[in-house]
């Protein structure tokens, strides 16, 4: 479980984690495709599953903690937080385009109002 100490490298993992997700209902189908072969009760099939859903509970763990951190940074970046000046316009959360939980990483946040060339500068990366 990751702790304020840890936080930083926990969600550095998450990011590199989330580009490289493979689907939970994946892991199942080839878990109960071994259990065909090898029969429910292999002791080395039922380490592997326990395994599998130890990782998975700490998988969803960082995302759940990773959309919430990224919510977080970006509100107190449209206000003074901690005597700092805010990073951007507030208007940015009114955006309809602007999604709260996104589906995918947002691995940027708002240098400027001009978000526009930022993204365009970022998907020429």
């Known amino acids: 479980m990751p702790?304020?100490?840890?936080?930083?490298?926990d969600l550095g993992f998450a990011l590199w984690e989330r580009r490289h997700?493979?689907?939970?209902?994946?892991?199942?189908?080839?878990?109960?495709?071994?259990?065909?072969?090898?029969?429910?009760?292999?002791?080395?099939?039922?380490r592997l599953r326990q395994l599998w859903m130890e990782?998975?509970?700490?998988?969803?763990?960082?995302a759940d903690r990773l959309r919430?951190?990224?919510?977080?940074?970006l509100w107190t970046g449209c206000i003074e937080y901690n005597r700092e000046p805010r990073q951007f316009y507030p208007e940015t959360l009114l955006k309809p385009s602007f999604l709260q939980y996104s589906f995918e990483v947002l691995e940027w946040s708002l240098r400027?109002?001009?978000w526009i060339s930022?993204?365009?500068e970022l998907n020429a990366l």
């Open 68 to 73: 919430q951190q990224m919510v977080k940074r």
């Open 21 to 46: 997700w493979i689907n939970a209902s994946a892991v199942e189908a080839y878990l109960d495709d071994l259990s065909m072969r090898h029969g429910r009760r292999n002791p080395r099939l039922l």
């Open 55 to 62: 990782d998975n509970r700490a998988r969803n763990y960082r």
């Open 118 to 120: 930022e993204v365009t």
């Open 112 to 114: 400027t109002a001009d």
């Open 3 to 9: 702790t304020d100490a840890t936080e930083k490298a």
